[in-house]
């Protein structure tokens, strides 16, 4: 079974610019969960979509956005790009909605200068 | 956002010698889920741990949750270079969010 799959893999954006990260996750997952990984932070969950709905979501601002198409494939949108954004986003798939196993994704590596 | 203390941060051990890392919280958890990161990878899911005083093993991997339901402890027999990598704990306290431990990043002298 293919895993999960993250596009693309490495983005480079300027301030104040918008970027919309791709997941496909394992076939029969319904649940995507989308991840920050920084050093400083550490990995930080953004949001929950399950049956196409936001189920869950983290302590980020408005700017991070999501939606979740009828295949369960995922995008991640953030608008108005800070320099802070700048991190590993990653991609989680689960067999069920809530805090079960997730597999993850390789991750789009997001560089704002 | 919240922040889950892992013990300790960083943990240098020659092959063959054992390793531990510990995860904390002051909330009583649902379930507690255990990751590793190679260097360079992303997560991969270990283990979940739903009982109070659960013991699972896979391996040379032990894991522990406390009785009370509020921590945690991953402890690697005799590690070999293979085992490389920064391990997480998660943590679910009934909100159906994860949330992840700082990690404990492993390093093996050979």
């Known amino acids: 079974k293919a895993g999960v799959t993250q596009t693309p893999r490495y983005l480079i954006k300027t301030r104040g610019q918008q970027v919309t990260l791709s997941c496909s996750p394992i076939?029969?997952?319904?649940?995507v969960s989308w991840y920050q990984q920084t050093p400083g932070q550490g990995l930080q969950f953004l949001f929950e979509y399950f049956s196409e709905t936001q189920r869950n979501k983290g302590n980020f601002p408005g700017r991070f956005s999501g939606r979740q198409f009828s295949n369960s494939r995922s995008e991640m949108n953030v608008s108005t790009l800070e320099l802070g954004d700048s991190a590993l986003y990653l991609c989680a798939s689960s067999r069920r909605q809530g805090a079960h196993e997730q597999y993850f994704g390789p991750g789009t590596r997001l560089t704002v200068t | 956002g919240q922040q889950v203390m892992q013990i300790p941060q960083y943990q240098h051990v020659q092959e063959g010698e054992d390793f531990t890392t510990y995860c904390n919280s002051s909330t009583t958890l649902s379930n507690i889920q255990w990751y590793k990161q190679r260097p360079g990878g992303h997560p991969v899911f270990l283990i979940q741990?739903?009982?109070?005083?659960e013991v699972k093993k896979q391996k040379r991997l032990t894991f522990q949750f406390g009785e009370a339901k509020k921590n945690s402890s991953l402890h690697i027999t005799a590690t070999q270079t293979t085992d490389v990598g920064t391990y997480f704990c998660?943590?679910?306290?009934?909100?159906?969010?994860?949330?992840f431990g700082t990690g404990t990043r492993l390093t093996i002298i050979p």
């Open positions: 741990l739903v009982k109070s005083g």
């Open positions: 998660a943590l679910e306290a009934g909100n159906e969010k994860l949330t």
């Open positions: 076939s029969g997952h319904r649940s």
